[in-house]
């Protein structure tokens, strides 16, 4: 699929796009204006004793920040929250609080924040406060807090010791392997190591002075409040514009991907481009959905000349006039589709009735022996007319030929229904009948059953001059389409193109204008105004 396929089925599916995109942006809107403002606050705390010492050393601050990792993990845990909701006397469940604590440490340093979000900004920086107290009563100044300060220091101080004595080792081990080396390189490198494990010790000698310090040493509070939560004043939500942005987005980027979906797993045809892509067949004609029309749409040719909808149909005929060689006018040509209720009679009829207004005698023939129906559409009689000329039951073929309103236009109805219909349309007879038909009209136009509905279209294809393969717009399946070309071109049938039908109308569009005069704007069809010169007749071919 190339970038104008993607364009246009972005194109065909826009209405359903700008819809998700209008209906997800204002359902947020709503939504999230209806939600209450959120408002943010928080508490620093000082984890460790570095607060009590103007110069601390590597070993508190080492302490500090072990015990801040500690205790950014009780913050949000029971005893701390369920604390805080009793102290404040609050009527909320401690799980529900939890959502909305968060605990953030400080790189490179001691410090904690506890941030509080609420609905209520003096709700708010309560709770923040009140947590940041309880988690300073679960360890106070007495004994148990500094039982498990100095269990942990002590835990430091023995992996301290066991390092330094295995660093200790080491340098031993490398002072006699340089004291035997010869080579000026090898002692220089045994030398490098032994001066970067001397600095390692060095290190983890004054860590361990200082821890053994720290556990010599008195009582100290190891979190203190240095920063109290303050009243917000300004929300930090609802997001409006960011809900309804991101909402819209998700609602476009969803109905694009369902519109992709549903053209991927869709196999009718769609438009010009596609059909004439995939079956490598010029498309003659793109008739427009007749709607709001008083006359049916076999009929609107003939009931309203002039309109936008008859313009579709001498496009039609124009192109199918300079799509054949001098030496093929003059002949007939055969109008059938790939299935049922897919308008090739009504195609028939309209093109018909613009080939006798231009000047044409033509013979309208229903060789949908099957389901005729054009002696209703034009209230002739039915009791002779193709059938009857096969079998012999009429005299000639102006006996059988009905008038029709349409001045040079004549149709050869269907006759009486046959139970051997292709049997009699691949009848010597028929040949002969359609030269018969081509001494008394111009054109001679043959409605037939659909191509893969019965062999009728096939044998008739063989015949004709040409066939008009009529597809419906979201309703053809492009594999059955191309079945029914096949079936044509294996019987030696010279398909001529193909008529688009039920293409949704396109004022000054895609293919082709509308021209309409004062006349039939007045009666409702709206459209460019041009002056039209009287038609003339044209010459038969």
């Known amino acids: 699929m190339g970038l104008?396929?993607?364009?246009?089925?972005?194109?065909?599916?826009?209405?359903?796009?700008v819809l998700s995109t209008i209906v997800a942006a204002a359902s947020t809107y709503f939504t999230t204006r209806a939600q209450p403002p959120v408002y943010r606050t928080k508490t620093t705390l000082m984890i460790g004793r570095t607060i009590e010492s103007a110069s601390p050393n590597a070993g508190e601050i080492y302490m500090g920040e072990q015990l801040a990792l500690t205790y950014s993990q009780l913050v949000r845990r029971e005893p701390v929250l369920r604390g805080a909701v009793e102290s404040l006397k609050l009527n909320m469940d401690w799980q529900?609080?939890?959502?909305?604590?968060?605990?953030?440490?400080?790189?490179?340093?001691?410090?904690?924040?506890?941030?509080?979000?609420?609905?209520?900004?003096?709700?708010?920086?309560?709770?923040?406060?009140?947590?940041?107290?309880?988690?300073?009563?679960?360890?106070?100044?007495?004994?148990?807090?500094?039982?498990?300060?100095?269990?942990?220091?002590?835990?430091?101080?023995?992996?301290?010791?066991?390092?330094i004595a295995q660093a200790k080792a080491e340098i031993e081990r490398l002072t006699k392997e340089r004291d035997a080396a010869i080579s000026a390189r090898r002692i220089q490198d045994l030398q490098s190591q032994i001066n970067a494990l001397e600095t390692k010790v060095s290190g983890w000698q004054s860590t361990y002075s200082q821890l053994l310090t720290f556990l010599q040493g008195g009582?100290?509070?190891?979190?203190?409040?240095?920063?109290?939560?303050?009243?917000?004043?300004?929300?930090?939500?609802?997001?409006?514009?960011?809900?309804?942005?991101?909402?819209?987005?998700?609602?476009?980027?969803?109905?694009?991907?369902?519109?992709?979906?549903?053209?991927?797993?869709?196999?009718?045809?769609?438009?010009?481009?596609?059909?004439?892509?995939?079956?490598?067949?010029?498309?003659?004609?793109?008739?427009?959905?007749?709607?709001?029309h008083d006359a049916p749409p076999e009929m609107v040719a003939v009931s309203d000349p002039r309109s936008r909808f008859s313009e579709g149909y001498r496009m039609l005929w124009a192109n199918l006039r300079y799509s054949?060689?001098?030496?093929?006018?003059?002949?007939?040509f055969l109008i059938t589709s790939v299935?049922?209720?897919e308008g090739k009679t009504t195609i028939a009829t309209n093109l018909a009735a613009v080939m006798a207004q231009a000047g044409q005698r033509v013979i309208l023939v229903d060789s949908d022996l099957r389901h005729p129906s054009l002696h209703e559409v034009w209230n002739c009689p039915n009791e002779l007319g193709l059938t009857s000329l096969l079998v012999g039951d009429a005299p000639s073929l102006e006996v059988v030929l009905q008038p029709t309103k349409v001045q040079g236009l004549q149709l050869l109805p269907s006759g009486p229904l046959s139970p051997n219909a292709s049997e009699l349309l691949a009848s010597p007879r028929m040949g002969e009948l359609l030269e018969e038909l081509s001494e008394l009209a111009d054109v001679t136009i043959m409605d037939t059953a659909p191509l893969l509905a019965a062999a009728d279209a096939s044998i008739l294809a063989a015949l004709v001059t040409g066939t008009l393969l009529v597809v419906k717009v979201g309703h053809t399946r492009m594999d059955a389409c191309a079945q029914a070309v096949d079936i044509i071109r294996r019987v030696g049938g010279n398909i001529l193109g193909i008529v688009l039908n039920g293409q949704a109308l396109r004022r000054g569009g895609y293919y082709y204008y509308y021209y309409e005069d004062d006349e039939t704007r007045r009666n409702g069809h709206k459209g460019k105004k041009a002056h039209r010169r009287p038609r003339q007749k044209e010459k038969p071919f």
């Open 219 to 292: 009582n100290v509070n190891v979190i203190r409040v240095v920063e109290e939560a303050t009243v917000p004043t300004m929300p930090i939500g609802p997001d409006v514009v960011g809900n309804v942005l991101l909402a819209a987005a998700i609602g476009m980027a969803l109905a694009i991907g369902g519109a992709f979906l549903i053209e991927y797993l869709d196999n009718s045809i769609k438009d010009q481009a596609e059909v004439e892509q995939r079956l490598g067949l010029p498309t003659l004609g793109a008739i427009a959905r007749v709607s709001n």
């Open 339 to 341: 299935g049922p209720d």
């Open 324 to 332: 054949l060689p001098a030496s093929a006018r003059g002949r007939a």
């Open 96 to 163: 529900a609080l939890a959502g909305r604590v968060a605990v953030n440490l400080v790189p490179q340093t001691q410090l904690m924040e506890i941030s509080v979000v609420d609905s209520n900004p003096y709700r708010a920086k309560a709770l923040a406060d009140a947590i940041a107290q309880q988690l300073i009563l679960l360890t106070p100044e007495g004994r148990s807090a500094q039982s498990q300060e100095r269990e942990f220091a002590s835990e430091q101080l023995a992996d301290l010791k066991a390092k």
């Open 4 to 17: 104008q396929q993607y364009l246009r089925v972005i194109v065909r599916w826009l209405w359903l796009i």
